[in-house]
């Protein structure tokens, strides 16, 4: 996969438009070797202009959880801004000081009662990922060689459903996983079953605001209180960090009610992805820990690199600052009010696609925008001999909608799912016009493959 691009059957030369003929060196453009010499700027982007049609149309991509649109006005903004290494903080103080309006926008958003924080801007959520498992890490490690106990065995509780940079966290990180898995009928974990898994090498839990698989919430306040429960009785002390990668930029606006964040004290660390209902371009995520002593000073180093003195506390060095302040920009723009009216938009076209689909007697919507704008079908147990979603995935293809079938983790690995994902941009229109398509080929497959009309 790393160098995929090779094991295509390519010539050596990339294919040259007779477009730019003339424009381009003769001999061609080599595709695996560095040109001898330099060709005209405008051929250059012509060339991989063309390249990119390859790719698929972003609008029609109802797996990917990413931002696929923003406003011209901040397009330009991160076109200007391209250039500021967020490292940088001798050059750009302003940058850095938007980074920290933002750490502390979150730290409110997520309901810190003290507001007094620290946190930083990474590249996605599996970066913040890594930084919250490692201080969960240290801490753990800190406490036990005070109390002169082993730190050779640390131990990670975390369900099924979290996304890969989980079981990446405890690889790299020699952290053993273990697992609580999910179940019927909420498709979420049983909180119950928390304190069994958890002992004096418990490095912290994991709980996912929206799953990946089929955007559920797990219920992070009564997995606090079994955590509350298991101190009381036997003076083990885990923390919680949420991963709230999608419904941290979606639950706050349109369910404040549900008690997931930092009005928890035993939740410690929150990540989430500025690059997806964050609605900025990918790649910005962020992580916020609840007191600064959350975060132990051994993960803070400085670096005098660059002028002044640098504390650093992220696996990246140097970075744009671009997605940062395009993070900034977002939350100026639209305020409270314009986010919640952002993802209220996405849920109710969720909603209404669970609602037309709830009619198909073949298929069963596992989640319907219940919380957040995420979909997730399932073939009717009485329809699968005929038909599965990975056929229906593959029918939808063909109309150019590319959604993700995939089965679910242990325990339920015997339900395939299809996700939707709706993002600002899916309008009710295109809903219709992807409801048709699901319909006709639904049809298709219910009847046997043969085409109805
Ligand atoms: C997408 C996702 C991640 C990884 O986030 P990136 O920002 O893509 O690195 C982690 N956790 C969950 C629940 C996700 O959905």
């Known amino acids: 996969m790393l160098n995929h691009v090779q094991s295509h059957r390519w010539n050596e030369s990339v294919d040259i438009n007779p ?26 982007a012509a060339l991989i202009r063309d390249e990119l049609i390859l790719d698929g149309n972003a609008r029609l991509n109802m797996a990917t959880f990413c931002t696929t649109w923003m406003e011209p006005q901040v397009r330009a903004l991160i076109a200007e801004t391209l250039d500021r290494n967020i490292v940088d903080y001798d050059q750009y103080p302003q940058t850095v000081e938007l980074e920290a309006r933002c750490v502390n926008i979150l730290d409110n958003l997520w309901g810190d009662p003290d507001g007094v924080s620290v946190g930083c801007s990474t590249g996605g959520s599996s970066e913040a990922a890594m930084l919250g498992g490692l201080a969960m890490k240290f801490r753990w490690r800190e406490r036990r060689r005070e109390q002169g106990l082993p730190v050779d065995r640390p131990n990670l509780v975390l369900p099924t459903t979290v996304h890969t940079c989980w079981p990446k966290f405890c690889q790299y990180w020699d952290v053993e996983p273990r697992w609580m898995p999910i179940q019927q009928p909420d498709y979420t974990l049983d909180p119950s079953r928390l304190p069994e898994l958890c002992d004096e090498n418990t490095i912290g839990v994991i709980g996912v605001l929206g799953s990946t ?55 410690q660390s929150i990540n989430t992805s500025g690059h997806k209902f964050g609605l900025v371009f990918p790649g910005v995520g962020w992580i916020v820990w609840q007191e600064p002593a959350a975060l132990p ?14 504390e650093t506390f992220t696996l990246n060095f140097s970075r744009s600052g671009a997605p940062v ?19 209220q938009a996405c849920r109710d076209v969720a909603r209404y696609l669970a609602e037309e689909l709830a009619d198909i007697d073949s298929v069963q919507v596992i989640a319907g925008g219940e919380q957040l704008p995420v979909l997730a079908l399932r073939v009717h147990p009485d329809y699968e ?69």
Not at 220 to 242: F, K, N, S
Not at 328 to 342: I, K, Q, S, T
């Open 19 to 44: 477009l730019y003929s003339g424009l381009v060196p003769d001999g061609g453009v080599p595709r695996f070797k560095l040109p001898a010499g330099p060709m005209p700027p405008d051929a250059a």
């Open 325 to 343: 302040i395009a993070q900034y920009y977002n939350f100026l723009r639209l305020g409270f009010d314009g986010y919640r009216a952002v993802q």
């Open 297 to 310: 000073k051994e993960l803070v180093l400085s670096c005098e690199l660059l002028g002044g003195s640098v």
């Open 385 to 453: 001999r005929r038909f599965t979603v990975f056929d229906l995935s593959s029918r939808l293809r063909l109309r150019g909608w590319q959604a993700p079938t995939y089965a679910l983790p242990p325990n339920l690995e015997h339900i395939s799912v299809m996700r939707l994902v709706i993002r600002n941009g899916f309008s009710r229109d295109v809903a219709e016009m992807l409801l048709t398509d699901l319909r006709r080929e639904i049809g298709y497959l219910e009847s046997g493959g043969r085409t109805t009309k």
């Open 213 to 267: 698989q089929v955007g559920k919430l797990d219920p992070i306040e009564r997995m606090a209180a079994e955590l509350d429960g298991l101190q009381q009785r036997t003076g083990i002390d885990v923390p919680l960090h949420v991963d709230a990668a999608i419904g941290g930029f979606v639950t706050p606006f349109l369910e404040p009610d549900v008690v997931w964040d930092f009005r928890l004290p035993r939740v």
